[in-house]
């Protein structure tokens, strides 16, 4: 297979907010739904090395099927809201072939699997359709083999495992009915054994481990109590009366009969473990080791809660006891609590997947037991991506997200490493609206758009610029140079029940004395302390908690003019002009509003579209503002000249020209815009799969009179992708040969790329060369859901 033309540099990815979503290898690679694919995740190197693209809906649950002799995972299963289990198998190092098992009837919420003999796969999964089904994967197909109802109620995890000293799966499944069930296989069909009570509320999570030939299961449910019990083989010789009359824990038995030969077992409860304030969602047992050709179990046990904790127990020496050995999580901040955890091969890290998608690492120092610091992970959106703007100098991208944040990215250029990871170092605005769009103004501004009237424009602080320059390598004197750092404020921080990221300054930041204070209170706000932002000085990349609270940027003025919800933003590269437009249905709403980047007025009203704008683009010299709309037109605004008002400074457009419904070539609702970097063409793209070149905007013949605007034709036949082109975009550097480089995205969320070179009389698409595409085959380049920019 020929190298792919698109290189992949960096997957901004986060879990999905479920709990079973993650999984830790033992060849150290972590997996985790996100969105509908399934990432795998090097937490070595600080990227994800391949994601999986198979399933339709969401990623609920994905699992590593572990090997018995602990080497290096083969098949990883994943299950989603399509109602499909998908099984992974790595051929040459990758993970490519993938076998579908088609039966649940609703959203699969967790899945466990065990390797049988001849390489087949025994895998439990259960779903929202109140079933848990096994099935046998053979390498080519899986089938079911077994079906348990469970009527109305849900189980919310499964787990398998080996019943001591035999070949005989087990099943532990726990649900809604506060009961964990347990399954056994007898002359090839599961029946259930024993219903384990104890928990008051959903059972959230059960896992296995084998220790010392018994096995031991650990519960976890929304009673905040994690629940550890042991099951054994029983021998067959009679207690005598000493030991009839000893005290011992009472024990559930049952007997498995296999091929007339009959084995029993007892279950016992074997500690209840109590240090959670809220729901646990999460358990999980220190995987196993091989010592001397056997392998070895160490009694570490996980746990992930609601309370925004997780907790490593252990059994203390000498008495057993289980106790709290290491508590790590999360300080303040509007966050929920934890959805799962997972611990490395050695134990020597632990993660957390948080509500809100995010990743927490902690590691154990070196040399230093008990000690756990905060490492360095992945981020991301936890939901759909809306709008991204590169930095005018392209050090760092903006993006703008349904989550309702602004994230920002950029390469950490470490000593040690040739080649930077990209990694989010701010969020700059954490709103209460899912956010829509945004525009750079420079290099350390930007105006944002969510689903609300407002625009909101925010500058970078002071401390955000310094680390800045320490994580991406830059010299700070030159950042502060492209850098307003009069009155430059330190950070920025959110007002309780506020929607304002309110500006911190360094006076802000040093403790009042009683004397300054006062003895009485004025006001209730008070007694309450307003900042929660502290200046950091960071040389690696900020944890979850830290981007939360320390890495705001100030919201330095707000503009009021629009009607209905924020839906595009543009600005000139001049840093003069920002052009906004919002959802509409009428005309009067679908007006173009112009601002001037310094006083932040509201300096025109372009009225011409009957329905929504979708995209703005300013040309790169800052003449023409081309806007695109869902009434199937567009429209070109040229800047007027500034000689011919001189008592007039500020910007001021007219219509250029425009087309009408009767002169559209676009039949459906035009997605996007771009301008060529030299300002003579510029392109759009739409619904009805056509990309269209037009121009010479540049030109002597375009000549605007009162009675006849300008004509601007298309210059390039028209170009059909196959499915709805749903973003565009020049390459700012020209081509040899006077052509032009292209990107379109597509609704199915691959990116083409297409050279254009103009031509005397284009035929056929003759003037279009596919010159290469994001490819499903290799493992990181496709989207799986539209393209937005």
């Not at 330190?490 to 802000?508: C, H, I, R, Y």
């Not at 437009?581 to 509003?593: N, P, R």
Request: with cysteine.
């Amino acid at each position: 297979m020929a190298a792919p033309i698109i290189e992949t540099c960096h997957v901004a990815c986060c879990a999905n907010r479920t709990p079973n979503v993650l999984s830790w290898g033992r060849g150290g690679l972590i997996a985790y739904g996100t969105c509908n694919s399934v990432a795998l995740y090097d937490p070595q190197e600080k990227c994800v090395v391949a994601v999986l693209n198979g399933h339709t809906g969401r990623v609920n649950t994905v699992q590593w099927v572990h090997r018995e002799d602990c080497g290096r995972e083969t098949h990883l299963v994943s299950g989603g809201s399509d109602s499909l289990l998908i099984v992974w198998e790595a051929q040459d190092g990758k993970f490519k072939q993938y076998v579908e098992c088609v039966g649940h009837t609703g959203p699969v919420c967790a899945v466990d699997a065990i390797h049988l003999d001849n390489n087949k796969l025994l895998i439990a999964s259960t779903a929202s359709d109140s079933t848990v089904k096994l099935w046998l994967y053979t390498g080519s197909k899986a089938e079911c083999t077994h079906t348990i109802s469970f009527g109305s109620g849900f189980m919310m995890d499964v787990s398998l495992a080996w019943l001591p000293g035999s070949r005989v799966p087990i099943l532990a499944c726990g649900g809604d009915d506060c009961r964990i069930h347990l399954y056994a296989q007898c002359n090839g069909q599961f029946r259930k054994v024993l219903s384990l009570q104890g928990h008051e509320d959903w059972i959230r999570g059960v896992e296995w481990a084998c220790v010392d030939g018994d096995l031991l299961l650990a519960s976890c449910a929304q009673d905040c109590l994690i629940r550890v019990w042991r099951l054994v083989a029983k021998s067959r010789t009679k207690r005598n009366a000493q030991e009839e009359r000893t005290i011992r824990m009472s024990e559930d038995v049952f007997t498995l009969t296999q091929n007339d030969a009959s084995s029993a077992f007892a279950v016992t409860l074997e500690s209840v473990l109590a240090g959670h304030e809220n729901k646990v969602y999460g358990v999980h047992w220190q995987p196993p080791v091989i010592k001397g050709g056997d392998q070895h179990q160490s009694l570490s046990l996980l746990s992930a809660s609601m309370d925004k904790t997780m907790i490593l127990w252990a059994q203390e020496e000498g008495s057993g006891v289980w106790v709290e050995q290491v508590r790590v999580g999360e300080v303040g901040g509007n966050t929920l609590g934890f959805y799962g955890c997972q611990m490395s091969p050695d134990g020597s890290m632990i993660l957390a997947h948080a509500f809100h998608g995010a990743l927490h690492l902690w590691t154990q120092s070196h040399g230093k037991e008990g000690e756990w610091s905060p490492g360095v992970v992945i981020s991301g959106h936890f939901n759909a991506v809306q709008d991204l703007s590169w930095d005018p100098e392209g050090e760092f991208i903006l993006s703008v997200g349904s989550d309702q944040t602004t994230r920002l990215l950029t390469p950490w250029k470490r000593m040690d490493q040739t080649q930077p990871t990209w990694h989010e170092i701010s969020r700059p605005q954490i709103h209460g609206y899912d956010m829509q769009c945004l525009a750079m103004v420079g290099r350390f501004q930007y105006v944002s758009g969510a689903d609300e009237k407002v625009l909101r424009v925010f500058r970078a602080p002071r401390n955000f610029v310094e680390n800045f320059a320490n994580i991406s390598g830059t010299p700070l004197a030159k950042l502060l140079a492209s850098s307003d750092t009069v009155d430059q404020p330190e950070g920025a921080s959110t007002p309780a029940l506020g929607l304002s990221n309110k500006a911190v300054f360094q006076g802000d930041l040093t403790p009042k004395t009683n004397e300054e204070e006062g003895t009485g209170f004025n006001s209730v706000s008070d007694r309450y302390q307003e900042s929660y932002f502290h200046p950091l000085t960071l040389n690696e990349p900020p944890p979850e908690d830290h981007l939360l609270q320390n890495t705001l940027w100030p919201e330095v003025q707000k503009l009021y003019g629009h009607g209905f919800e924020m839906f595009c933003l543009a600005s000139d590269s001049g840093r003069t002009v920002v052009a906004s437009a919002c959802k509409a249905s009428k005309a009067e709403h679908a007006a173009v509003l112009l601002w001037s980047s310094t006083s932040w007025r509201q300096l025109q009203a372009l009225p011409c579209h009957s329905l929504t704008v979708t995209q703005m683009a300013f040309s790169p010299n800052g003449l023409f503002l081309l806007a695109v709309s869902r009434d199937r037109t567009w429209s070109l605004w040229k800047r007027d000249d500034p000689a011919a008002t001189p008592t007039n400074t500020e910007p001021h457009f007219s219509l250029y020209t425009s087309t009408r419904k009767d002169t559209a070539v676009h039949t459906r609702i035009i997605w996007s815009c771009d301008w060529s970097a030299d300002n003579k063409y510029f392109v759009t793209s739409s619904r009805d799969k056509k990309v269209i070149v037009w121009g010479d905007c540049s030109s002597s013949e375009a000549i605007v009179t009162p009675d006849e605007p300008p004509v601007i034709r298309p210059c390039s036949s028209i170009l059909d992708v196959g499915d709805s082109a749903t973003a565009v975009s020049f390459c700012p550097i020209l081509c040899p040969g006077n052509s032009y480089l292209l990107a379109v995205g597509l609704e199915s969320g691959q990116v083409l790329l297409y050279k254009w070179e103009l031509s005397e009389e284009p035929a056929g698409a003759s003037d279009w060369t596919r010159y290469g595409e994001t490819d499903s085959s290799y493992p990181l380049d496709t989207h799986t859901v539209r393209v937005t920019r």
